[in-house]
């Protein structure tokens, strides 16, 4: 069955498994509020062209277990972790989204990186978004606190409300239909109000500067000119020059949804990534 239990505190966690068991190992980590299915346009074809894809349901995402603790970044990168040794996983590539990358990054300098090979961060939430000392720049405390009561008070107005954001659509070439953007609207009312909650409070204090450079790994990272969630200039390019071995890949007109907008061009360099890094 796709469940595994956390080796934290055993919450039953939901993962898919897609394609050859002996292919090359892609580990894909989703962004708040959505489940695998997120990666539909990327772990399918994958999939079919012989990549062993593997994703999994953040607790209180998807299928897996309602649970009240456990939102921490520890705990979230001890259950991908746990994942990867569930399955025992090798030479993999994690593939990390918005504060899915977060979970990658602390999962490396925290568990090591003897199973993984190389690491994509595709519109990453890191280095982190809101103003510190590292990052005087980011937005205000105050901002990100009104971002995450605006969700507490209405999710769904939130949600609804930041598709178009979310995706870039005023921009040329970011064509979706509206029943995909009703649709992953409705995705991501698979997460509880508790777990958005929770991740909200860890991207309003998220800080992983100094980790990054102690990642040793081949690092693709890809953002998008008009990502709103996560601009480009706070989180990609500051990720690619803490990073000791990246690549940055600046999608023009790309959204923080480039999974869906760009995905035939983030597929072909997550490709080329795997064949050369």
């Known amino acids: ?163 178009r954001d979310f995706f870039a659509l005023d921009r040329p070439g970011n064509e979706l239909s509206d029943a995909y953007v009703q649709y992953m609207v409705r995705l991501c009312h698979a997460s509880t109000a508790r777990a958005g909650t929770a991740l909200g409070h860890v991207i309003a204090a998220l800080d992983v500067s100094e980790e990054l450079t102690a990642i040793d790994l081949p690092v693709l990272v890809v953002h998008g000119t008009h990502d709103t969630s996560a601009p480009l200039e706070l989180t990609g390019s500051r990720s690619a020059a803490l990073l000791p071995n990246s690549l940055l890949k600046v999608y023009e007109n790309g959204g923080h949804g480039l999974f869906a907008t760009h995905a035939e061009q983030l597929n072909a360099d997550l490709r080329k990534f795997m064949a050369e890094a």
């Open 1 to 163: 069955m796709p469940y595994f239990e956390s080796p934290t505190d055993g919450t039953r966690l939901h993962f898919v498994d897609y394609g050859p068991a002996d292919g090359p190992v892609m580990v894909f980590v989703n962004s708040s509020y959505f489940s695998t299915e997120m990666w539909e346009y990327q772990m399918l074809p994958l999939a079919a062209e012989g990549y062993r894809c593997v994703g999994l349901d953040r607790r209180g995402h998807g299928r897996s277990d309602d649970v009240w603790g456990g939102f921490d970044l520890d705990t979230l990168a001890d259950d991908v972790q746990g994942l990867i040794d569930h399955l025992d996983l090798r030479d993999l590539t994690f593939v990390g989204h918005s504060v899915g990358t977060a979970e990658v990054v602390r999962c490396l300098t925290r568990h090591g990186s003897a199973r993984v090979a190389r690491v994509a961060l595709v519109g990453g939430m890191v280095p982190g978004v809101v103003r510190s000392e590292r990052n005087p720049d980011g937005w205000a405390p105050e901002a990100a606190e009104a971002g995450n009561a605006a969700f507490q008070h209405d999710r769904a107005a939130f949600f609804s409300d930041g598709a």
